[in-house]
C-alpha cells in the first residue's frame, strides 16, 4: 500500500471555526490532491499541488485554502467550517502527471460541521 | 472537458450472479482508463486499468475491455461475492494537466447471499 497518511480520521467541529486536514506521504510523489466525496456527486477536486509551493484550485475550491512546504506534507484548511463542508476528505498522491499515472488514495477524513 | 458517466446504482445482485457496470467517457487524446473500488469506510483503491485501446485490464476476476470506438469501459465479473460489496468508480486520465484523473460519480454495488 501507497504510504499516504490523512489526519485526523474523524472531526466535529462547530460553525465557523478554522479546522486543518493534513495529508502525509512517504513515497516522495511530486503530486498531491485533495477531493471531497458526497452522496450523488462522487469525488470532486478541491485543489492540487504540483511541487512544494505550486497549488492550483479544483472544481470546488471556494471557502478552502491549501499549502505544501514540503513533499511529504499537503495541509486543507477549511478558514471558517460551515455545514455545506461536512463531507469525507480524500488525500491522493501521483507520481507524475503522465497519462498512464495512476493515483494512490489515503483512508479518508470525516469531517462534520455541526 | 473531459467526463465520465457511469450509473450511480444502487446495484443489487445475488451472490454468483454476472456483473456488468457501464461507463463511457469523453475525453481529448487518447486516456488511460481505470477503475477504482472503495470498501465501506476506506479510500480508493485501483482495481484496474487500460492505457491503449483494445487492452484489457484485470484484476481479482474482474476484467474491462478499453473500447475506442464506443468510449467505453464498462467492467464485468462472471460471478459475485458477497465481499464484491462496494462503491465503484470508473476514471480516466488525459494527460492534459496536473490536475490528475477525472471520475465518474461511482456505482454502489451490493451482493446479497
Known amino acids: 500500500d501507497a504510504g499516504i497518511t490523512q489526519s485526523p480520521r474523524h472531526k466535529v467541529t462547530e460553525t465557523g471555526t478554522p479546522v486543518t486536514l493534513r495529508c502525509h506521504q512517504t513515497e516522495n510523489h511530486r503530486y498531491m490532491y485533495w477531493y471531497r466525496q458526497d452522496p450523488g456527486h462522487g469525488l470532486r477536486l478541491i485543489h492540487y499541488?504540483?511541487?512544494?509551493?505550486?497549488?492550483d484550485k479544483g472544481e470546488v475550491s471556494d471557502g478552502y485554502s491549501v499549502s505544501r512546504s514540503k513533499t511529504e506534507d499537503f495541509l486543507l484548511t477549511l478558514e471558517s467550517a460551515t455545514s455545506s463542508q461536512t463531507s469525507v476528505y480524500f488525500c491522493a498522491i501521483s507520481e507524475s502527471a503522465g497519462v498512464v499515472t495512476e493515483a494512490f488514495f489515503g483512508q479518508g477524513t470525516r469531517l462534520t460541521v455541526v | 472537458g473531459d467526463s465520465v458517466t457511469q450509473m450511480e446504482g444502487p446495484v443489487t445482485l445475488s451472490e454468483e450472479a454476472f456483473l456488468t457496470i457501464n461507463c463511457t467517457y469523453t475525453?481529448?487524446?487518447?486516456?488511460?482508463l481505470f477503475w477504482y473500488v472503495q470498501y465501506p469506510g476506506e479510500g480508493l483503491q485501483l482495481l484496474l486499468k487500460?492505457?491503449?485501446?483494445?487492452d484489457k485490464g484485470s484484476n481479482k476476476g474482474f476484467e474491462a475491455t478499453y473500447r475506442k470506438e464506443t468510449t467505453s469501459f464498462h467492467l464485468e465479473k462472471g460471478s459475485v461475492q458477497v465481499s464484491d460489496s462496494a462503491v465503484y468508480f470508473c476514471?480516466?486520465?488525459?494527460?492534459?494537466?496536473?490536475?490528475?484523473?477525472?471520475f465518474g460519480k461511482g456505482t454502489h454495488l451490493i451482493i446479497q447471499p
Open positions: 475525453a481529448t487524446g487518447y486516456p488511460s
Open positions: 499541488s504540483y511541487g512544494v509551493k505550486d497549488t
Open positions: 487500460a492505457t491503449k485501446a483494445d
Open positions: 476514471a480516466l486520465n488525459s494527460g492534459g494537466g496536473a490536475d490528475g484523473l477525472t
